[in-house]
């Protein structure tokens, strides 16, 4: 089936550094890319769409300046995190559409990201 | 009143029962709807996709969906230990192709 592959899987950082996550499509190119953040316990939550080719559309309450996507290629979407704050720490997950709805929306790994 | 709805749970069934997961959702324009599994710390897989009025049936999982009360459930029968996880349901928009999810509901299946 297709594949999302997310890097890193976990990652530790500094408060005040950025971080940046990638999400590649394997296997099928991705016009779209969605991000999501998931706090313990809680559901996924949408935080921005990302097209290829142009701005990233954010979801209210999400800022764009702190969270930038990128989406340059079919093949590779990222998400930086700026100055990162512990309030930052929580699961980050991308996601896209492979093809027919049936087939619904696969999912990157999850990248858990902790602020310190 | 959040967009789609789930309880909580946990929902504790011994090995071998049928489990039953709920899910409302508010937006009636919505057309279809996803039911994701997951396992804690990892992401969610797609268990089933479902769109029309009624049932559908894929192996041990029958999902249905009643759009006239904005319902959609999702049966796992013959229930097994490893089936314990986060059942997510959710919503596609009718615009934008996003999902929304609920808050998902934890399923204990005891042996």
């Known amino acids: 089936g297709a594949v999302v592959s997310q890097h890193p899987s976990w990652v530790i950082c500094k408060s005040g550094t950025s971080v940046k996550i990638e999400c590649r499509s394997l296997?099928?190119?991705?016009?779209?890319m969605f991000w999501y953040r998931q706090f313990p316990k809680q559901s996924l939550m949408l935080m921005a769409t990302?097209?290829?080719?142009?701005?990233?559309?954010?979801e209210q309450g999400v800022e764009k300046d702190k969270f930038l996507i990128n989406h340059a290629s079919l093949t590779l979407s990222t998400l930086t995190v700026t100055s990162a704050h512990p309030e930052d720490s929580s699961f980050y997950i991308c996601?896209?559409?492979?093809?027919?709805?049936?087939?619904?929306?696969?999912f990157g790994s999850g990248t858990r990201l902790t602020v310190v | 009143q959040k967009e789609v709805e789930q309880n909580s749970g946990p929902l504790s069934v011994p090995e071998g029962a049928i489990a039953s997961l709920n899910c409302t959702y508010s937006?009636?324009?919505?057309?279809?709807f996803f039911w994701y599994r997951q396992y804690s710390g990892k992401s969610p897989e797609l268990i089933m996709f479902?769109?029309?009025?009624g049932d559908k049936e894929d192996g041990r999982f029958t999902a249905q969906l009643n759009k006239a009360s904005q319902y959609v459930s999702l049966l796992i029968r013959d229930s097994q230990p490893s089936d314990s996880a986060t059942y997510l349901c959710?919503?596609?928009?009718?615009?934008?192709?996003?999902?929304?999810f609920g808050a998902g509901t934890i399923l204990r299946v005891k042996s």
């Open positions: 990302s097209n290829e080719g142009s701005k990233a559309t954010y």
């Open positions: 996601s896209a559409r492979v093809g027919h709805l049936k087939d619904g929306y696969t």
């Open positions: 937006d009636r324009g919505s057309q279809s």
């Open positions: 296997d099928f190119q991705a016009t779209t």
């Open positions: 959710a919503v596609m928009k009718e615009y934008g192709n996003k999902l929304v």
């Open positions: 479902i769109y029309s009025n």
